[in-house]
């Protein structure tokens, strides 16, 4: 009988392939990438956006319109967790990094959508009062009986209603990006309200020193540094970061160290957020 023959096996070189006419180009590239972050946060957008609409119509009804400034604040502490850490906290970090778009461009992608919709959010919420914070903010004193209370500094204010919201999205996207574990990417927004509010207190205490007044030459450039410095160290970070391991941003806590940390950060936030308003007047 004849010996059975066996399977050969052969490497046979690849050969070269010719470079496709109209492959993707980086223009798609980033427009796919920006499409896939809007779709995978768009419930998150809509809500939003049908919030806004909701407290434009209905807020004036039972409190003061100056209050629709808020939603840009309240979008930041949840937009920038759950833009920067949305891989950490769906559990498909190594799923996600096997794609092909390098982790410079992913990170890049999610800030530029999110920041987008801030900036959106913001502009709306200006418009939304009319584009005159002096008239808005003399009402309110008005009402409470300070008609005598002056706007001497509508520029800074603006400023603020733009850079503070920032702050606190970009430190938001930063630690969660940079987070190991759920409880870093879930307690985010803490750290970076605290983080943001801390920055601002202390470009006011800056004023205060050399000027005896507040008057945003310093808080207003300082958190808007802060927020893009710690916007680029987290892209850089990110850009060798392996799921799960690799940044050190994870907490090796025990489950009550983490929430005595978290009720700290949190008086901390609510001590600012006092300071602010009693300081209320001091800003206009």
């Not at 990438?33 to 407290?55: D, N, P």
């Not at 559990?91 to 096997?98: H, L, P, T």
């Not at 936030?269 to 006092?274: D, E, M, T």
Request: charged share 10%.
């Amino acid at each position: 009988m004849p010996a059975t023959s066996q399977p050969v096996l052969q490497l046979v070189p690849e050969e070269a392939q010719e470079p496709v006419a109209g492959g993707p180009s980086a223009v798609r590239l980033w427009r796919a990438l920006c499409w896939s972050e809007w779709f995978m946060h768009s419930r998150l957008l809509l809500c939003f956006l049908i919030g806004w609409l909701a407290v434009v119509w209905l807020l004036p009804l039972v409190a003061h319109p100056l209050w629709v400034l808020v939603v840009g604040f309240v979008f930041a502490l949840v937009a920038g967790p759950a833009f920067g850490g949305a891989d950490v906290i769906h559990g498909c970090e190594e799923f996600s990094f096997a794609f092909p778009p390098t982790r410079s461009q992913r990170f890049t992608a999610r800030f530029l959508v999110g920041a987008t919709w801030l900036v959106a959010l913001t502009l709306m919420d200006v418009l939304a009062l009319d584009r005159s914070f002096s008239d808005v903010l003399f009402r309110v004193f008005l009402d409470t009986g300070l008609a005598t209370v002056e706007v001497r500094q509508p520029v800074m204010l603006y400023g603020l209603v733009f850079a503070a919201p920032f702050a606190v999205f970009a430190l938001g996207f930063a630690v969660a990006a940079l987070a190991t574990n759920r409880t870093v990417a879930f307690t985010a927004w803490l750290w970076s309200a605290l983080g943001a509010l801390s920055t601002l207190r202390l470009g006011f205490y800056a004023e205060e020193a050399i000027w005896d007044r507040l008057n945003g030459r310093i808080a207003v450039p300082l958190v808007t540094v802060v927020a893009v410095v710690a916007t680029f160290v987290a892209r850089r970070l990110y850009q060798h970061k392996e799921a799960g391991t690799g940044v050190p941003l994870r907490i090796p806590l025990s489950w009550w160290a983490t929430l005595v940390l978290a009720v700290l950060a949190g008086l901390g936030v609510a001590a600012l957020i006092g300071w602010l308003a009693a300081n209320f007047a001091k800003l206009l």
